[in-house]
C-alpha cells in the first residue's frame, strides 16, 4: 500500500532562519507531488507541484522554493522565512492519470 | 480548469441529511467530480467522486444533474463528527494541478 511521509508536524522558526520540509511517498512510482499551505481558517493555497524528478512547477511567487531530488521525495525549502509564511503546510501525491489525491498529515509552521 | 463556487458555511443538527451544493458551470467532457473531507489540523480526505447521474458510497452521496453544471454532496443523519471542510474539486486524470477553493465548512450541533 501507499503511504506518504511529512514531518515535522510541528515548527517554530524565528524570522529570517532558512526552513526545509521534507515529504516522501511510499509504494508508487512516479507520482504527481504537491505542496499546499492554509493559513488558519482559510482554504488550501497550491504553491507548487511536480510531474517528475527536478521538474518544479510554481502557483505562487513568495519566499518559498521546492525541489525534488527524487522520484518519491519532495522538499520545500526557505533561505530567510516571514512571519507571513506562517501556516499548515500540506505534502500531496497522485497518482499520474488519476483523480484522486492523498495527503500527509501536515506541518504547522509559526514563524515567530 | 473548471472554477467551482460553494457555499462557505452551513450548519445543521445531528440526525439531519446535508446537502452541499457546489456550481462548476465550465466543467469539460473529460472531468471527474471530486468532493474531499478537512478535519481541524489534518489534511483533506478524498471521500467521493463521479461523473454524472448518483453515486453512493458508505460516506456519503453524490448527486450531479444532466448538464453537468453542478454537483450535490449528501451527507445522511450527520453526527459531530461530521464537522468539518468539505471541498470540491473538477479534475480529470490529466490534469497536473489541484486547485482547492475554499470550500464550505460544516458546522453540525448537537
Known amino acids: 500500500s501507499q503511504t506518504i511521509h511529512q514531518w515535522p508536524a510541528t515548527l517554530v522558526q524565528p524570522v529570517g532562519s532558512p526552513l526545509s520540509l521534507e515529504c516522501t511517498v511510499e509504494?508508487?512510482?512516479?507520482?504527481?507531488l504537491y505542496w499546499y499551505r492554509q493559513a488558519a481558517g482559510r482554504g488550501l493555497q497550491l504553491l507548487f507541484y511536480?510531474?517528475?524528478?527536478?521538474?518544479i512547477s510554481s502557483e505562487v511567487p513568495q519566499n518559498l522554493s521546492a525541489s525534488r531530488p527524487q522520484d518519491r521525495q519532495f522538499i520545500l525549502s526557505s533561505k530567510k522565512l516571514l512571519l507571513s509564511d506562517s501556516g499548515f503546510y500540506l505534502c500531496a501525491w497522485r497518482r499520474k492519470g488519476n483523480t484522486e489525491a492523498f495527503f500527509g498529515q501536515g506541518t504547522r509552521l509559526t514563524v515567530v | 480548469l473548471a472554477k467551482t463556487t460553494q457555499p462557505i458555511s452551513m450548519d445543521s443538527y445531528e440526525g439531519q441529511e446535508v446537502n452541499i451544493t457546489c456550481s462548476h458551470n465550465?466543467?469539460?467532457?473529460?472531468?471527474?467530480i471530486t468532493w474531499y473531507q478537512q478535519f481541524p489540523s489534518q489534511g483533506p480526505r478524498f471521500i467521493i467522486q463521479g461523473y454524472k447521474t448518483k453515486v453512493t458510497n458508505e460516506v456519503a452521496s453524490l448527486f450531479i444533474p444532466a448538464d453537468r453544471k453542478s454537483s450535490t454532496l449528501s451527507l445522511p443523519r450527520v453526527s459531530l463528527s461530521d464537522t468539518a471542510v468539505y471541498y470540491c474539486l473538477v479534475v480529470t486524470g490529466n490534469t497536473d494541478k489541484l486547485i482547492f477553493g475554499t470550500g464550505t465548512r460544516l458546522q453540525v450541533f448537537p
Open positions: 509504494g508508487t512510482s512516479n507520482p504527481n
Open positions: 511536480s510531474v517528475g524528478i527536478g521538474q
Open positions: 465550465n466543467i469539460a467532457t473529460n472531468d471527474y
